[in-house]
């Protein structure tokens, strides 16, 4: 027997990735942690195969967000941080204020983000068609923000970052 948290991997918890096992001959105590399992890499696991290794996604983190500006334009701005020492390509992957909506604003082909560098979006990227399906923007009174990794298909690829937030002070980010 053994018991797993949903909290270990949100991604696991109702967009079809599967919580798969690091070490099927791991002592039986090590499989209450969350250091025994990772997310599928791909959609719905591998049920009945092997599981293949899951592909190499730079952790890309949302490192702002400010939601609420007095100064005009006042518009919402996410702020991406690359912590490797790698450049990341992101292309295709995609921004939204829902997790469990995770396909809103896709971001198209660009340059990798270099090591350590740093990445903005603001809401003429990402509400550029405001009530188009797809655009979003932030509300000052409380609202979330992901990442997550695709590949160039568009297909979800396991990775995800991001976080709830609360009300916002004018010109105070998120972060």
Same mark, same amino acid.
């Given at each position: ?32 942690? %969350? ?50 020492? =790698? ?15 995770? %396909? ?14 740093? =990445? ?8 550029? =068609? ?7 923007? =932030?509300?000052? %009174? ?34």
């Amino acid at each position: 027997d053994f018991t797993y948290d949903d909290d270990w991997y949100p991604i696991t918890d109702g967009l079809g990735f599967s919580l798969v096992v690091v070490d099927e001959a791991a002592e039986p105590d090590a499989w209450d942690h %969350k250091s025994q399992w990772h997310p599928s890499g791909a959609l719905s696991g591998s049920p009945g195969r092997i599981e293949p290794v899951p592909p190499a996604i730079a952790p890309v983190l949302i490192t702002e967000a400010l939601t609420r500006t007095d100064v005009p334009p006042p518009l919402d701005t996410i702020e991406l941080y690359n912590p490797t020492a =790698l450049s990341a390509d992101i292309s295709g992957w995609y921004l939204t204020d829902d997790f469990l909506t995770p %396909k809103k604003f896709r971001i198209h082909d660009r340059p990798a983000m270099p090591a350590g560098g740093y =990445l903005g979006f603001d809401e003429t990227d990402f509400n550029a =068609l405001p009530g188009a399906p797809g655009n979003f923007s =932030l509300s000052s %009174k409380g609202d979330e923000v992901y990442l997550f990794s695709a590949d160039a298909n568009g297909n979800l690829t396991g990775y995800d970052h991001g976080f709830a937030f609360g009300a916002a002070e004018s010109d105070v980010s998120f972060g």
